[in-house]
T-cell receptor, first 114, second 114 residues
Framework: GNSVTQMEGPVTLSEEAFLTINCTYT??????LFWYVQYPGEGLQLLLK?????DKGSNKGFEATYRKETTSFHLEKGSVQVSDSAVYFCALSGGQTGANNLFFGTGTRLTVIP | DAGVTQSPTHLIKTRGQQVTLRCSPKSGHDTVSWYQQALGQGPQFIFQYYEEEERQRGNFPDRFSGHQFPNYSSELNVNALLLGDSALYLC?????????????FGPGTRLTVL
């Protein structure tokens, strides 16, 4: 079945450091891949998405590339800010079910210190 | 443009009681999905409604039921509440059922079962 494995947290970085949060998935077919972010006290927001192999999603300085050969969708940012502190969730839809309900990873809490 | 709204914000119930949570989708959206997010975990898919019918269902017991109204709003009902049902319940809406469609989340309803 569909599943998402996400890098364990929490992650603590200094401001302007490079960020990588690893995400790998298991799914048949061609799922769509997403990164959602949950800021403190707020709901889930879509950060970026990629809907086919080799697509790169990007938003607010964050990037992730859909790698079918390694079944990965790692999140990266070149220089994090304090305001990026949040919980990040990798998710997929589609796969063997062909349905658009989302399968989420367990989330990675990022704390950026000044 | 109104986003996804949910009510109530918080709810406290006792074991064995029944609860109804409500969701209004983002303007123009016709598909509503419900997710359960336990503390420190990623959201888990409960079920999805489209054209007033349940289209997909996750691994949740029949105590969890739902409904979609002609105006696309939706309700989630949980009967015979258990302590383990304590969680944040998230509603998400999208336009249609394509796996490439983005799901937009509401702020959630925090349910506490005592």
């Amino acid at each position: 079945g569909n599943s998402v494995t996400q890098m364990e947290g929490p992650v603590t970085l200094s401001e302007e450091a490079f960020l990588t949060i690893n995400c790998t998935y298991t799914a048949t077919g061609y799922p769509s891949l997403f990164w959602y972010v949950q800021y403190p006290g707020e709901g889930l927001q879509l950060l970026l998405k990629a809907t086919k192999a080799d697509d790169k999603g990007s938003n607010k300085g964050f990037e992730a590339t859909y790698r079918k050969e390694t079944t990965s969708f790692h999140l990266e940012k070149g220089s994090v800010q304090v305001s990026d502190s949040a919980v990040y969730f990798c998710a997929l839809s589609g796969g063997q079910t062909g349905a658009n309900n989302l399968f989420f990873g367990t989330g990675t809490r990022l704390t950026v210190i000044p | 443009d109104a986003g996804v709204t949910q009510s109530p914000t918080h709810l406290i119930k006792t074991r064995g009681q029944q609860v109804t949570l409500r969701c209004s989708p983002k303007s123009g959206h016709d598909t509503v999905s419900w997710y359960q997010q336990a503390l420190g975990q990623g959201p888990q898919f409960i079920f999805q409604y489209y054209e007033e019918e349940e289209r997909q269902r996750g691994n949740f017991p029949d105590r969890f039921s739902g409904h979609q109204f002609p105006n696309y709003s939706s309700e989630l009902n949980v009967n015979a509440l258990l302590l383990g049902d304590s969680a944040l319940y998230l509603c998400a809406s999208s336009l249609g059922l394509a796996i490439t469609d983005t799901q937009y989340f509401g702020p959630g309803t925090r349910l506490t079962v005592l």
